[in-house]
């Protein structure tokens, strides 16, 4: 069994800082990409930012240059570094790894259980 458990949300002003950390736990063998994504109300879930295993980023066009993502593969735990927050950037931020091996040939995908973060103006 296979768990993301997330930390670090809360309630920030804007132009504030907040760190979010997800570690993963259960039977790893090793873990490809990790990512985190958000939801706002009434809207769909989007991809925030991804890194890859020999730590490739991607991010959406709307956190570029604010936020941050990284990894310490010895812990099996990422990071999402939030610097500038805006009011838009409210939502609930999940942490997502696509690939968790459990061995060297079987995977699964799994999603944390959401935390909140919340940017006032």
């Known amino acids: 069994q296979v768990q993301l458990m997330e930390s670090g949300g809360g309630l920030v002003q804007a132009g504030g800082s907040l760190r979010l950390s997800c570690a993963a736990s259960g039977n790893i063998f090793s873990v490809n990409t990790m990512g985190w994504y958000r939801q706002a109300p009434g809207k769909q879930r989007e991809l925030v930012a991804t890194i890859t295993s020999d730590s490739s980023t991607v991010y959406a066009d709307s956190v570029k240059g604010r936020f941050t993502i990284s990894r310490d593969n010895a812990k099996n735990t990422w990071y999402l570094q939030m610097n500038s927050l805006k009011p838009e950037d409210t939502a609930v931020y999940y942490c997502?790894?696509?690939?968790?091996?459990?061995?060297?040939?079987?995977?699964?995908?799994?999603w944390g259980q959401g935390t909140q973060v919340t940017v006032s103006s």
């Open positions: 997502n790894a696509d690939r968790i091996y459990i061995n060297r040939f079987t995977y699964v995908t799994a």
